[in-house]
């Protein structure tokens, strides 16, 4: 059905007039009332009685005026809302995160995307950050907050915060009252330690940093969420190097300790897909883009 037929009946319904709906809708009475006349037969029901004093609407008209107002409404919705999502204004967008990221800019950046687009609905999933890149690549995820990069996958990076390693030790250890802690304080420590397999660049720039210092970590735990690792601290299990962000979670039981040794820089990524040109996406690295410059 010709949605102009929908909207010819719709004005001659509510003026119950033919010339005046055709003034309205700057056509002649002629065709109007030819378009209304083919309305009814394609429907198989009359929707106007005329007569050459007046016109008033059938019952089944009235309940096809009701209808039609309703068809008119939704369809105008639907275009305001693909056009909105044309525009990146409304959608969703899935993004990853590793735990360190947490008490990182992320936090800001997702506090002003939903701001500025409320309307974008947000997903938030915990992930490694090869489980990240795996999630990018499938399409599972849109955006990421990952500790490294690989330029192998279809994967877009850009640097939105460095950080520095320091040191998480039990508030009891024997170093724990000092302001700063030297990796080689620690050379006898059980160190807990984010697994290898999970994030062997992050695990391998911990490592170097200690080797680098005379330093062969004893590794007795490993732990994937930067919180149980901290967690772990407190319990004694041994001593940590983490990200300066995982000082966030302050918890009783620990103290986070600069390292004296000029510790190596420890990036925060955004990762996006290369081959996806959503607006939303575009959007929010542009929200990114600000935050990292503020």
């Keep these: ?92 967008l899935t993004v990853g995160f590793v735990d360190s990221a947490s008490g990182s800019i992320m936090v800001e950046v997702l506090r002003k995307f939903r701001a500025a687009y409320p309307k974008i609905e947000l997903t938030l999933r915990e992930m490694t950050s090869s489980e990240q890149l795996l999630a990018l690549e499938d399409g599972q995820i849109h955006i990421g907050f990952l500790r490294y990069q690989d330029h192998t996958r279809s ?49 391998r720039l911990v490592l170097d940093y200690c080797r680098e210092h005379g330093v062969d970590p004893r590794i007795t735990q490993e732990a994937i969420q930067m919180y149980t690792i901290v967690n772990l601290v407190a319990a004694g299990m041994g001593i940590s190097i983490v990200p300066s962000s995982v000082d966030v979670f302050q918890r009783k039981g620990v103290v986070f300790l600069p390292l004296t040794e000029n510790p190596p820089s420890v990036p925060l990524y955004t990762a996006w897909r290369t081959d996806v040109n959503q607006e939303v996406i575009l959007r929010f690295m542009k929200i990114v883009d600000d935050v990292v410059e503020m």
């Design 1 to 92: 059905m010709d949605i102009r037929k929908l909207r010819y009946f719709i004005t001659v319904a509510e003026e119950l007039h033919f010339h005046r709906a055709a003034e309205k809708l700057n056509m002649t009475q002629p065709p109007l009332s030819q378009q209304i006349q083919n309305l009814e037969e394609e429907l198989g029901v009359k929707l106007l009685e005329r007569t050459k004093k007046m016109v008033r609407l059938t019952p089944a008209g009235a309940v096809f005026l009701e209808q039609a107002r309703l068809i008119i409404a939704q369809l105008e919705r639907s275009i305001q809302l693909t056009q909105k999502a044309d525009q990146g204004i409304i959608g969703h």
């Design 155 to 203: 994967v877009s990076f850009r640097v939105c915060q460095s950080e520095t390693l320091i040191a998480v030790l039990p508030d009891h250890h024997p170093l724990a009252s000092q302001t700063q802690v030297s990796i080689t304080e620690l050379k006898d420590e059980d160190f807990i330690l984010f697994p290898r397999h999970l994030g062997s660049p992050f695990h």
